[in-house]
């Protein structure tokens, strides 16, 4: 069985070997926790994907409509918007606004595909880039008013701080007086019910997520450590987010 870090880690300092190793390990495992959260997303899956996901587990397990999910958008978005991991589109889709620019942004080449398509008239452009390596990506493009991270932060590994360095890698691309906005189903301090509970069990076992310890406390700290302005609404187990840079 592999030993958790603090204790590799301990023992290279005891032995002498090179902590550089182990960093190299650590990056490496985030790398395969964020890879195989994101290989569900098949060209299969996807097709499904609205139905299980927006139709029944948002209503269902996770206690919160997709509509309010898409009020969120209607709300939040501008003219000038990144959507930072894209799923199948849906949200920009039902949301009714109209983009002078909308760039799409995701590892997952079949999410780009499939939401790109469905958004076809926007004309969006696409690009496929890890979320926790985006200050080396060059974008090659202006800032932007507004941001979504929506159902992303329960999918990547470690703590919910440690996630939220997504948020930092997001800033350069952030204007002066931009929203960032999204939701995230959380794991911790909620209620679930039993289809909420045989989920969380599920996902997290199969890598799919790794929410278990994600709080509304956490969330809200984190952000506040970053932004001038925050607002969290909580529905069900999901928090849906806004925060704001001061213009």
């Known amino acids: ?15 002498g070997q090179d902590m550089t190793t182990l960093d190299n390990d650590a990056s490496r495992a985030t790398a395969d926790a964020t890879a195989k959260a994101h290989a569900i997303y098949t060209p299969v899956s996807l097709a499904f994907y609205d139905l299980a996901v927006h139709g029944l587990s948002n209503r269902f397990a996770w206690q919160c409509p997709t509509s309010k999910i898409i009020d969120l958008y209607r709300q939040r978005l501008s003219a000038n918007h990144l959507e930072a991991a894209v799923g199948t589109g849906l ?53 932007f008013s507004s941001v979504a991270l929506t159902y992303v932060l329960h999918c990547l590994p470690g703590s919910l701080a ?11 691309f952030l204007e002066p007086g931009a929203t960032l906005f999204g939701a995230t189903i959380l794991g911790k301090e909620v209620e679930p019910n039993l289809p909420a509970r045989s989920l969380l069990s599920l996902y997290n076992s ?13 969330l809200a700290q984190s952000l506040e450590n970053r932004f001038d302005r925050v607002e969290i609404e909580q529905c069900g187990l999901v928090a849906l987010f806004t925060a704001r840079l001061r213009g």
């Open 206 to 218: 199969k890598g799919v997520f790794n929410n278990l310890d994600d709080d509304l406390g956490t």
């Open 1 to 15: 069985m592999r030993r958790p870090f603090f204790f590799r880690a301990f023992g290279a300092i005891a032995y």
């Open 91 to 143: 949200f920009l889709d039902l949301a009714g606004t109209a983009f002078d620019r909308l760039v799409l942004l995701d590892i997952n080449p079949h999410c780009l595909k499939v939401s790109s398509r469905r958004l076809r008239r926007f004309e969006p452009a696409c690009q496929q880039a890890d979320l926790l390596e985006l200050l080396d990506l060059d974008l090659q493009l202006a800032r």
């Open 162 to 172: 440690e996630k939220l360095v997504v948020v930092d890698q997001l800033a350069p």
